[in-house]
Each structure stands twice: as structure tokens, then as C-alpha cells.
């Protein structure tokens, strides 16, 4: 395998920590015994469902924002997501005092549109395809001069999401493992940077829903293979695999699993009784991997990132 | 008014703290920026929704449990109740290695009566009165020799649950008032003396449903007034406030207020989808009489005991 440069690179993360740190939550960690019993190893939950926004994905938009110049920052940001992508943007944008731009498909759930209108962003709905999305962003940005900042094909946002596991491994250093689920592979490349500079020997496991496997498949192939408009019931997940992501992914993951849907379902609602905290159906994935013993984890200490707790309450899966 | 010494004492409680450590969770304080600014004053949760059981009553039936001789103990625990004190006894008998026997009305919500027998006690169902649940807790009582736990009409009890409030204010100790839902009276007569003895010019302040406000009338009126079978979805509080909790309240607490069903239900859905985590509908109870302003509390910092978070995830509210 040919081996380039990574970008970002773990000083460009630790740059981004040091940035985003008085604006983003340092997220608690949590156990649950119950989980540990079914699971067979040790969990460390990091939970990002209490981040601000209520996902992690608050950490790759606050740098984002607040790495642009004054110049380019005045002009505003753009986007285009399903939710808390959006959100994040929004808020950051917020924070620094600049116009957010966000384009969301006609039917994104309530809550989120909600929210992002909540931060003051403006929104342009469109079609619920990645054309049509894409499209409409460009006629946005065109239009206001606004820099796009994309929800993971984008550096500074990798490097932001790779803060979540600084943290992690600085209150357990001793982690075997961490499991992250896999959409565009923001969140994943980002931590694996973090998890393999901080300690080479541990394992960086990406999880995705087998209706949305085109990460596995990408993978395996050494090819990235987009999937179309997958079904699957975590909808932070139905993304396709993104380029930079990709490439971080190839050289530094060690294996991506998959997990049916009526585990993801099972696993969400057995975090909810048991943990009494709200989890997306994306986090379940990763939590599915391993009740499912889709990777070696018995005996291990191993942290799971719990990427957000955005749910439409009047649409639950039960 | 009478001035009578209280039972338990602040010492009581102190030594309970020191007895419980070893098995109750330090539960975390969470603070959420969207409820400061609805509520126009600082808001710091007591969240006891992690707690072990998901519950507060694990602090006093473990007290209960753990302060028995010996020879009390290996008779084992009996209780009535309709949930999280039966979790509770049941776990902490289940931790000391005795029997349990609990007492529960047939209509107790399944999630409870699965977790209750998952603790390993024995289980007795009867009706869903009052009256139904003490002949059969007598009968189990007199078969078994067990020592009866009463949900909140117990000295050991109170004091467990007094412990939350110690901690609470080692973490916040510029609290100007506390509050918490009252039904039986045991959290909120412990929170008072723990509170009161730590603090003495803090305001302790219970909160109530209209539907089922026996303390709000008994308060009011000096004298304990019981409540018949209300029908408020806020169920961890439809029973009628203790004796002895009712001595306490009265000497102790500032102010009992109550809210409307509607409102207990907005709030619930309010902080579980502004911070993300489980709440029961009783916890909701002192977060509406902030919302509607049934407290003094404008640009005070208050802190609120959550309860517990155990929810029939088949049944709620909306």
C-alpha cells in the first residue's frame, strides 16, 4: 500500500484542540456494568450526545469556523446536511459572529431543522439527493461568497472530530480498542490519526450498518464505492464514504465491520433502559459490533464513541 | 410551631454516606445552556438518573439494607413499592447476599417488574391499592421473617437519601435553593436536613403535581392529608406523603409548589431533547416550577435533584 503524508496530521488535531477548547463541551465518559456484562470486556463510553449541538460533530465545524481568516470569516459559512452537521455549523457560526448558510433536503427530520434555525442560520431546502444538495450549495455559495464547509471531506473538519479521542485516551490511557461508526469517515479518520500517534499499538475499528456498507466495501477493495440512498434506520450513517476520509482510512484503520438492522435498533434501545441517556441509532452501531462479537473484544478495554443524541422523539424505531 | 429534634440526624445521614459510598455511583452534575436561558436562572442537575438502579432510592435502601445486624440480614428485606424502591432493595439485598421479597401491584410498569426480578428477588403481585399492598407485604413479613423497608416512611431511608444532597453541594456549594419532587416525602425530607445542616440560609423547596398535591395541602394546612389513587403520569409520586417525612417537611422546607400535567410533560420532553438524557415524568416536576415560575428563582443558581430514569420506552408520554 502506497503510504502519503496524512492530512490532517496529529499537530494539525492538537492545533484544532487547543482552538475549539473553549468553545466545545469536554465530554464525561460513562460505564454502565450491564453493558460490560453483555459485551464480555470493558466499554468506555464517550459521549458525545452531551456535546454541544448534542453531537460530536460540533468539534470539526468550531474549527472550521474559527480557523478562517476575518476576511473569508465575514463573508459567512455554507453547507449542506441532513442535521447536525448543519447545527454545528450554525452554532459556530454563531459563535464567531458570522452568517451560516445551510441547505437541508425536504425531509430532514423536524427536531434538526428546528434547531438550526434555532442558531440563526439561514436554510435553503432542496431534494433529498446528494445532487440536488450539491447543486443548491453551489448556487448558495455563488451567491453570498460564503466559504463551504464540507460535513467531512475537509481537513480542518477531520482534525476537529480527532479531538474526541485526545480526550478519550487521556482519561484511559489504557484502551485496546476504539470503535467509531463510519458514515463519511470524518469522525473515524480523524480518531484514528489521534488513537494511532498517541499509542501505535492500539486498534481503530470503524462500524457501519449493513444496509449502508459501502465503507466496508470501499475497505476491502482498496476502492472507494459510494452507496445510493441506502434505507438504513441510523441516518447519520447514510452518507457515502468521502475522499480524504478514504484515504486516511485505508493506511490507518484496522478493520471496519458491519451490523444488521434490527441489531442497531436493539443495541439503541438497550442503551437507552440501560444507560438512561439518549444515543442516535448511528451510536448503536459500534455498540452492535460489539454485542454481536463482530470484533475480538473479550477481555479488552475498549472505547466506544457515542456520536450524538439528536432524535425525532415523535418517530421512534419501537 | 413545635420544634421537635429531627430523625435522622445530619450525623445519620453523614454515616450513611460513609456506609453507601462503596456501592452507590458519585452521580455527575450536568448543566445545559437551553434550560438556563429558558429558566432565566443557573440550573445545576443532580443527575441520580445514573445512578445504580437509574434511581435515587438506591442510596436509602442501601443504607437500609447495609445497616441490618447480621442476624436481621440473613432473614433477608421485604418491601412494597411500584418500581425503583424495589429495584433498590432488591439490588442492595442482592450486594449483601440475602433474600429480597417485594410486593408489587400487578399494573407496575413491565420494565420495572423485569429489572426487580432481575436482582434476584422473589416477587408477590397484588392489586394496585394501598391497602392490598400492606395485608400481602404482612403475609410475606410473617412467612419469612424479612425486615420491611418502607419506601420512605424510615429513618435508615431518609438518610440514604439525604446523601445526594451532600454531594451535590460539595460540588456546588453557592447554591441558593434546591428542590425536589415530593411523593412520599423521603428524598426531599433527607435533601432538607443534609441541605439545611450544610447550608442553613439555602432554600429547600419541594415540587408537586396538582393531581396528586397531598404535601402541597398538608404544608399548607399543618396537618397530613393523604391522596386516593391519583392518576398523575407523573407515577413516582402518587403516593401520599410518609409520617415521618411530614414531620421533617414541615420544620424544615421553605415552600412545596405544583404544576400541571401539561406541563410536567413538555418539561420531560424539553430536557430530553435539549440534554439529551432519560428522565421519568417525576423528575420533571421541580423543572416546571422553574419554567412556570412557581419559585422566586431570577438569576439565582438552583440545583435540582433528577431522580430516576426509568421509563416504559413503550408508553410514553407523547
Redesign the interface.
Known sequence: MKITPLSPTFDDIKKAYALIKKYANRT?V?TSRSVDERAGCKIIFKCE??QRV?AFKFRGACNAVFSLSDEEAQKGVATHSSGNHAQAVALAAKMRGIPAYVVMPENAPK?KVKAVKGYGAKITFCESTQQARESTLEEVVSKTGATFIHPYDDTRVIAGQGTAAIELLEDHPDLDMILTPVGGGGLLSGTSISAKSLKPDIKVVGAEPEMADDAFRSFKSGQRIPVQNPDTIADGLRTSLGELPFSIITQNVDEIVTVSEDSIKESM?FI??R?????EASCAVPVSAVFDEKVDIKGKKVGIIITG??VD??N?P?
Open positions: 464525561p460513562f450526545n452531551f448534542g427536531i434501545r437507552w433502559e444507560m438512561n441517556m439518549i444515543i443524541g439528536n422523539l415523535d421512534l419501537w
